[in-house]
Structures are given as structure tokens and as C-alpha cells.
């Protein structure tokens, strides 16, 4: 069994290398989080590494990896980075921060079911009485909104009232789009995308040359053109040229997993030949799943 020094070095490690994009992590490192003395570090890893529960890398650049081991001692699942489950806090991501498991105490019914967090990454900047926001979980599309009311510093698990839990609809993204797209001509001058937009009351719209996406303009674009004095140019001059484009039949999930990533709030919808056939938008998102006024699972840009 670990002892509680231990637990906390292993817990450090883990946190650490979860943002180290692989790279092995210096005993300095963790004694400077854990505020210890580098020499303790060094002298708790040997018998860690007895354990097998640590890696050893030697080197200029080598330090201490965690083993699959050392995640199952913590009763952490070992999944990649893209499956990860975000936390917000005050709508803002937590950076470094993401959730290995979640267990409720009872049957969640919001308002009367807690929930207990193992969080991976540091939870030092996260408080008794702040309210913080979790998913979707990967799975079964969850999120959950709760108050921390309790943590627990060696294991890593925040202790939350939930006072909110939805699930994103299993539907595909082609059910809540407009599949009645409105596109842009690359030769289009400004005034007359600003009309067609105005027409339309959207903010942006694909550029379409030969059934084929070759970027995106948006209200913001044709107001920077306007403030340079630039009125003259036309949409292909002033247009974004990196357009994300999703399959139709992806899952709205999905979806909202690659606008949050992207930090984007549109994405075009392509058939099977690449052929664009509409656009989903985040009011397109939080118009699918109900009762989200008091629940806005991803924050996105316009």
C-alpha cells in the first residue's frame, strides 16, 4: 500500500505529464509542485519504481513517466488526450485540466445527487463554492453543472452538488442543420455579400466555386475590409481560406467536440463526395437540446 507522500508524488506525476505532450517529467519539477525537497522526490521514485509503478528515463532531457500501473493504482482510466472530458469554470476551459471518472452517489436526479470527480491535472485554482461545468463525456454525451462542496487533495477528486445534468440529443448533424445553404461567389464584391447576408440575417457564409468549399466570409470579415478602406475588394480578397467541414452524417456530439476544439461556431456540412450541402451553427447546437438556458454546455465564438 502507498503511503500518503507517495500517493501525492504519483498524483503530481500523472498531473504533470498529462501536459508535457509526452515528455518525461524532472524530479525538480515535482518537488516544486508538491513544495518538497528534491532529494525526498528522488529517494520516494526508487521505491516507485520498484513498485513498477514509475518509469525511469535517462538523459539530459530524462526524468519520470507514469505506467499504465500508476493509473490503475489511482483508479484512473488511461485514455488519449481527444477523449479527455473538459471542465469549465466561469464558461472559460480549465486549462491542463480534464476528468478521468465520474461517479454518482444516487441516482442523478439534479438537485439531489452528488457526484464525485477524479480530475487529472491540478485542481489547486478550484474552491469550495465555485460552480464548474463537465462534458460532454465521450460516451453517453453528458454534461453536468455543480457546485465543489467538498476535495480531497491527495486523490484528486472534487466532491460536487450537481444542480444540472443533460445529455447532447444521439442525433446526426444533417437533423439540426440548414440544409438550405446560402453560399458566397469568390467574385462577389463586398456590398453584395453584405446584402446577401443582411437578406439572410446570418453572419457568415461558405465561398463556393465549382461545388467546392474555398473559404468562409463572415460579418467580421467584411467589417476589418470596411475600417482598412478596403470596399473595393472582393469576397475571395478578404474571405478565410481555412474552412472545417464535417461529414453530414456525424453525430451532433461530434460536432460540438470539433467547434470547441476548433474555436469556431460554424462548420459546413459535405455528403459523401464532398459535396457541400448545409451548415450547422451553435444556435443550431443549443436549439437541439432542450432546457439549455440554464445550461450552455460549450462556450463558442459567433
Known sequence: MLTSVQKEILQTLINLYQTSDGKSIK????????????GTI????????????????????????PTIEAYHTLNISVTDNESNVPMFKEGNPIEGVSVAKIEFTSIPNPGE??????????????????????GP??????????????????????????????????????????????FLNPDDTIKEASILLSEKVIDGAPVIENN???????????????????ESLTVKDIMQKDVVTINQ?????????????????????IDDDGIPVGIVT??????????????PLIKLNK
Open 137 to 182: 463525456t465521450p460516451v453517453n454525451n453528458l454534461g453536468i453543472i455543480g457546485e465543489i462542496v467538498g476535495r480531497d487533495d491527495m486523490d484528486n477528486i472534487l466532491l460536487l452538488d450537481t444542480t444540472t445534468i443533460r445529455s447532447i440529443p444521439k442525433k446526426v448533424v444533417k437533423e439540426i442543420a440548414s440544409l438550405d445553404l446560402v
Open 42 to 65: 528522488r529517494n520516494q521514485m526508487q521505491s516507485l519504481r520498484s513498485l513498477s509503478l514509475v518509469k525511469g528515463v535517462p538523459g539530459p532531457r530524462g526524468g519520470y513517466k
Open 113 to 134: 445527487c452528488e457526484a464525485a470527480i477524479k480530475v487529472l491535472g491540478s485542481i489547486k485554482d478550484l474552491n469550495l463554492g465555485d460552480t464548474v461545468r463537465i
Open 212 to 230: 467546392n468549399i474555398i473559404g468562409i466570409l463572415t460579418l467580421s470579415d467584411i467589417v476589418w475590409a470596411l475600417a482598412q478602406s478596403k
Open 282 to 295: 451553435k444556435t443550431d447546437v443549443v436549439n437541439s437540446i432542450t432546457n439549455l438556458e440554464d445550461f
Open 27 to 38: 524530479g525538480e519539477d515535482i518537488a516544486e509542485v508538491m513544495n518538497r525537497n528534491p
Open 249 to 269: 452524417n456525424l453525430k451532433v456530439a461530434n460536432a460540438v467536440e470539433t467547434m470547441y476544439n476548433k474555436n469556431i461556431g460554424r462548420l459546413i456540412l
